[in-house]
């Protein structure tokens, strides 16, 4: 792809940014003026970048702590019987459920 071409894309995929999400496509087709390809590209851009939005909604630490956490409480939630918590001690489960458990 030539500089032109790329500045080209570059200049409507920045002006099709600024306009509402659901008048895009009829402001491309006029912009492109008939050349798809050139519309298609631009298309493509404005695809992948509402993806990077979304990218990273929560830092990836916290979420993996949230699964390590989830998973241990699930595995070991059994071997906490007799164990002591702060100034509690836990003697028996008594039950569980959606939430967690007892």
């Known amino acids: ?12 995929y920045n002006s099709a940014l600024a306009v509402e999400f659901g008048q895009r496509e009829s402001f491309l087709k006029q912009a492109c003026a008939g050349d798809e390809p050139l519309q298609r590209d631009v298309e493509q851009l404005l695809a992948s970048q509402s993806g990077i939005e979304r990218f990273i909604e929560s830092p990836a630490l916290e ?3 949230k699964i390590l956490a989830t998973d241990w409480i699930k595995s070991n939630a059994a071997n906490l ?6 100034h509690y001690r836990i003697v028996e489960k008594i039950g569980s459920g959606g939430m967690g458990d007892v």
């Open 81 to 86: 019987v007799y164990c002591t918590l702060t």
């Open 63 to 65: 979420v993996a702590a």
């Open 1 to 12: 792809m030539n500089p032109e071409r790329w500045q080209e894309i570059e200049r409507l």
